[in-house]
T-cell receptor, first 113, second 116 residues
Framework: AQTVTQSQPEMSVQEAETVTLSCTYDTSENNYYLFWYKQPPSRQMILVIR??????QNATENRFSVNFQKAAKSFSLKISDSQLGDTAMYFC??????????FGKGTSLLVTP | GAVVSQHPSRVICKSGTSVKIECRSLDFQATTMFWYRQFPKKSLMLMATSNEGSKATYEQGVEKDKFLINHASLTLSTLTVTSAHPEDSSFYIC????????????FGPGTRLTVL
């Protein structure tokens, strides 16, 4: 079974600053997908960014980027120019194709003015 | 984008009654849908995977007879909590995929169930 570990239960960052959320995972699979989801107070799950394991290039979506280290099984999320609207729970997730998402425990991010 | 709806958004029921939660893919056909449960300030826990026209596959520890899942069409899956008890109170979230082999899941907004 795959496990996803987010070692930072809570983090805080000032507006306009950069913050990095950590995620490690354990798997024996070679082909898989990794995701970061955001869950704001509304509790709607929002896809932030996705990464295919076979791609070496790190995924980027506007202010969000990942540092994917396949050998180290690490998948961190960097949020640049943090905005108040980035305040949310962030979940790292692993998925083997054809199966369900396997979520980490989440990191609560607070962006302060 | 792909939209998934859930109905109702919140429901309060008495202990011993049954509650049905609907999950609909509004603008795409979903061969696979998932049901998750989320406790306050906790992560999402997968309950079951449903494929259209097939019996749902339940995760270990999830009672099949208590949480009935039906995926009768390509746009609708239902979760029925039977003989609900206060410990079943939780936030239930569904997600949908176009096919089993696609990687992107689209999430519904969730249903808050409170059992008195």
């Amino acid at each position: 079974a795959q496990t996803v570990t987010q070692s930072q239960p809570e983090m805080s960052v000032q507006e306009a600053e950069t913050v990095t959320l950590s995620c490690t995972y354990d798997t024996s699979e070679n082909n898989y997908y990794l995701f970061w989801y955001k869950q704001p107070p509304s509790r709607q799950m929002i896809l932030v960014i996705r990464q295919e394991a076979y791609k070496q290039q790190n995924a980027t979506e506007n202010r969000f980027s990942v540092n994917f280290q396949k050998a180290a099984k690490s998948f961190s999320l960097k949020i640049s120019d943090s905005q108040l609207g980035d305040t949310a729970m962030y979940f790292c997730a692993f998925m083997k194709l054809g199966y369900a998402l396997n979520f980490g425990k989440g990191t609560s991010l607070l962006v302060t003015p | 984008g792909a939209v998934v709806s859930q109905h109702p958004s919140r429901v309060i029921c008495k202990s011993g009654t049954s509650v049905k939660i609907e999950c609909r893919s509004l603008d795409f056909q979903a061969t696979t849908m998932f049901w998750y449960r989320q406790f306050p300030k906790k992560s999402l826990m997968l309950m079951a995977t449903s494929n259209e026209g097939s019996k749902a596959t339940y995760e270990q520890g999830v009672e099949k007879d208590k949480f009935l899942i039906n995926h009768a069409s390509l746009t609708l899956s239902t979760l029925t909590v039977t003989s609900a008890h206060p410990e079943d109170s939780s936030f239930y979230i569904c997600s949908a995929k176009r096919t089993a082999s696609t990687d992107t899941q689209y999430f519904g907004p969730g249903t808050r169930l409170t059992v008195l």
